[in-house]
C-alpha cells in the first residue's frame, strides 16, 4: 500500500489529534490523502447534567452513568466540537478509506474509538500507529495499519468510568463538610495525602544538635601536581572506638536512636580540639576498591520530568508541553512512554554518534539493553529519544529556548546509555592519633578518582539534593601509606544541627508516586498541575507546600474514606485495573464492586478490596460509604488544635487562628492566618502574634472640615484611610459621592497611623502653587510612586515625604532640568542570585516601579506577595523566571475597528432626518441583533467550557 496511491486507493482521510501533527505527517504522506486534526477528545462523559439528552433522568443525569445498567457510560459530542465533527463527517464523506492516527496509548486508543462511533464511516477504517513522527515511520504506519484494540479502550473506559464515580460522589461531601467547590480524585487525593503527611512530618519534627571536629592534615611533601596534593582533609569518626553521632543516628523527635554512638556537644567538641593541638597523627589504614558506574537509562516519562526539574527548572507540565511540541515536530519520540527499552534503529544511531563525537574507545563491544523497572509497562513504546536512524545533534536541529534544551537533555541521555562505564578508585583514608587526655581519636576522608570517564563524558545525572555529590565528582587524596606521619595543620570544631525531611519537589513527587505504583506515570504531570490550581498545594521555589485546606481535606478522607486514600490501596486498584486491561479480570463485576460492595464481583484475591487500612470506612461500597455522612462532624475535621487555648480553623472563607474566651458563653478572638503560610510555620508564637494584631476598622477620629469620621482599614492591596459618609449619601448614579481613599505611606502601619496622618493623606493632591504662566503644579502619589504633575508634564519625588514638604521654588527647580528621557541610570542590583540554568545568565534582584524584581537580563519577573530581597533564594528567582518564560509576552487586545465605524455612523444618525433615523436605527438595531447572537453563542460555548473544567472528577 503506497503512501501516494491516489488513483489506486481513491482519496484518504487521515485522523490525528492535534493541527501541528496533522501539519507535520501531511509533508510525509502523498496528494491522495486529506490530513485533519480531531484536536483532541471529540466526545466524553457529560460535564453538567444540561447536557444529559433528556430520555435520563435522576442518577444517570447527575452521574453521566447508569450505575444500575452495567455502568453504561453517556456520552456526548463536547460543545466546542461540534463545529469540528461536522467538518471531519464532511471530509469522510469525499474519502475511500479511513486512517485513525491518533496515539498509541490508552487515550490514543479511546479517542480513535470515539471517532470511529461518532463519524461511523461506510469506507474502510485503519488504526495507523507509530511512536515517532519521521518520513520512514509514518509511511511505513499506512502500509502496515492494524485493526482497533478494544481491550485498550474498554481498560480507558473502565479509568474514565471509576474516575467520575470517585470524583462526583466524594467531591459532593467536601462541598458539605470543608467548604464548596472544591474536588476529589482517586489519585489527586492520594498525591495530596503524601504533600499533607510530609508537612505533617516537618510539624512534629524536633531539631538535635550535635558537634564533631574537621582537620586538614598534611604530608610533609610538596604538591608535584593536582593529582598528588600535599594536604587534605579528614572528619572525625570516632573516639576510643566510638563511631561520632551523626545527623542520620538521631530520630525524628531530636533523641538518639541507639546508644552505641558518641554525642558530642560544643564544649566536649572544644575541649577536645585543645587535647589534639600537639597530637603526633599518622595514617592507620588505606583502603582501595574500583569504582565503576554505568550508564543511565534512556528516559522515560517520569525520569524525563525528574532530569527536566533538576537540570533546567521546568515544571512537570511544562517539560510535557514542550516534549508534546517536540514530538508533534518529528524531533523526538512519544513522551508518554514507561519503557526504557530502544530499537535496533535507535541503538545504532546512537552508538555511531559516540564513535563520531568521541572515539571508539567510549563505545562498548555489544549494545546495551535496558529493562524497565516499571510494574505492567504501558503498551510496546520506546524510551523517549530523538526520531529518525541517524541522530540530530541539537546544533542541526534548528531549535531553540526551552525546545532546544529539552531536546539536548534527551539527544544526551539516549547516546550517553550506549556508552561505556565510567571507572576509577575509590579510597577511604583513616587517620589516628591520641589527645593528651588519652583519648584515641580517629579521623576519616574519602576520595575518588575516575581513571576513564566513560559515559560521564556525555551526560551526568542530576540530584533532588543540592547538597549531594554528581557521579563525576573527583575528590583526590594524596598518595599515602599505612605509617606515614601527618601534621595537624588545622582542628576546626564544627556545629550541626539535624534537618525536617525535606518537601517534595515535582520532581521528588513524580518519582514517589511511581515507587509506590499510583497512578499512571503519564498522569503525573496533570495531578500535580490540578493540586495546585485547587489549591490544595502551593509552591514556595521548588517545593510543594500543603495549604491549610488541604489539611482538612485530608483528615476528612483519611478518618472516612480510609482506604479510598490508602497507599496500598491505590496501587493495587491499579494493578486490577491493568488486569482489566489484559483480559485477566472484567470491568463491569469489578465497577459493581467497587461501587456497590461485597455483593457483586468477588475480587481477585492480592486484589484492591484485600488492601488499605481500613481506618475510619468499612468499603461497604462508594455508594454506600457518600450516602452515610452522619457521623462526620465539619467542625471537628477543620480543627487543628494549637494547645489548650488556640485552635486552627479551616472555614469556608479561608484558615484562621481562634482563642476562645475566658469568659463561658463568649465569642473568642480571631484572628485570619496569611494565605501562603506554611503550615509547619504556625507556631503558638506567631498565632499569638497574629490574634494580637488590631483587626477590623479603627477609627481615627472626625475630619474638622467635613466632620466625617475617618477610618483606617486592612484591605487587599494594602493598609488605607477612608472617610465614612453620612447615611443617605447617593453611592450610584449621577450624584454619586465617593469617599475620600489614601493608601499609607510605606513608613506607616494600622496600629499607629493617627488622625493627623489621615488628614495629611487625604490632603493629597497638594496645591504646591503656580509657574509663571498661571499652571497649576501638584504633589500626588500614583502608583509608581510620589511626582510633580503640571498640566500633562509629570516628574518623580525622590521620596513620600517630599510631598508635603517640596515647596514652589524646588518644584520649578526640578521642572527646570530637562526632561530625562528613555530611563535612567541603572541602580545597582538589591541582589545577586547565581547564574540561570536556563538562559545562562546572572539572575539579580532590582527594584522597579511595581517593586522588586528578578531579571536575568531577557526576563523579568516581580516578586510575589511572599517573596522578599532579603529571603529570595537562588531557586526561587529561577523558577520566578522560568514562570514568566511559560506564560509568554503578554498580548495587546486589538483595536476593533468595526466598533468605531458602528459609533461613527450613530454620531451620523443623531443628526439626519427623522426618516434617516429610523431607517439607521433598523440597521443598527439588525446589526445588533446579529452580534448579540454570535455574542451569546460564544458566550455558552465559554460557559460549557468553563463548567467542565470545573468538573470535580479527576485521577
Known sequence: MSPSSETAHGKRLVIVESPAKAKTIKGYLGPGYVVEASVGHIRDLPGTAAEVPDKYTGEVRRLGVDVDHDFAPIYVVNADKKSQVTKLKSLLAESDELFLATDEDREGEAIAWHLQQVLKPKVPVHRMVFHEITKDAIQEAVRNPRELNQRLVDAQETRRILDRLYGYEVSPVLWKKVMPKLSAGRVQSVATRLVVERERERMAFRTASYWDLTGTFGTGRTAVDAANPESFGARLSQVDGKRIASGRDFGPDGQLKTGNTL?????????????????????????????????????????????????????????????????ENGFITYMRTDSTTLSDTAIAAARAQVTQLYGADYLPDAPRTYASKVKNAQEAHEAIRPSGDRFRTPAETGLSSDEFRLYELIWMRTVASQMKDAVGQSVTVKVGGRAATGQDVEFSASGKIITFHGFLKAYVEGADDPNAELDDRERRLPQVAEGDPLAAEQLNPEGHSTKPPARYTEASLVKELEDREIGRPSTYASIIDTIINRKYVFKKGTALVPSFLSFAVVNLLEKHFGRLVDYDFTAKMEDDLDRIAAGEAESVPWLKRFYFGEGEGAAVAGGAADAGNGDGDHLGGLKELVTDLGAIDAREISSFPLNEEITLRVGRYGPYVEKASPVEGEAGQR????DELPPDELTVELAEELLAKPSGDFELGKDPESGNMLVAKDGRYGPYVTEILPEGTPKTGKNAVKPRTASLLKTMSLDTVTLADALMLLSLPRVVGTDAEGVEITAQNGRYGPYLKKGTDSRSLTSEEQMFTVTLEEALAIYAQPKQRGRAAAAPPLKELGTDPVSERPVVVKDGRF???????????????????????????????????????????AKKAPAKKAAAKKTVAKKTTTAK??????????????????????????????KKAAAPEQD
Open 671 to 674: 484572628a485570619d492566618i496569611p
Open 917 to 946: 433615523k429610523t431607517t439607521t436605527a433598523k440597521k443598527t438595531a439588525a446589526k445588533k441583533t446579529t452580534a448579540a447572537k454570535t455574542t451569546a453563542a460564544k458566550t455558552t460555548a465559554k460557559k460549557v467550557a468553563a
Open 851 to 893: 517593586g522588586p524584581y528578578v531579571t536575568d537580563g531577557e526576563t523579568n519577573a516581580t516578586l510575589r506577595k511572599d517573596d522578599s530581597v532579603e529571603g529570595i533564594t537562588p531557586e526561587r528567582g529561577y523558577e520566578l523566571l522560568a514562570e514568566k518564560r511559560a506564560r509568554g509576552p503578554v498580548k495587546k487586545a
Open 263 to 327: 554525642h558530642l556537644d560544643e564544649t566536649a567538641a572544644r575541649a577536645l580540639a585543645a587535647a589534639l593541638e600537639q597530637t603526633a597523627f599518622s595514617v592507620r589504614s588505606v583502603e582501595s576498591k574500583p569504582y565503576r558506574r554505568s550508564p543511565y537509562a534512556p528516559f522515560r516519562t517520569t525520569t524525563l520530568q525528574q532530569e527536566a526539574s533538576r537540570k533546567l527548572g521546568f515544571g512537570a507540565k511544562r517539560t510535557m508541553q514542550v516534549a508534546q511540541k517536540l514530538y
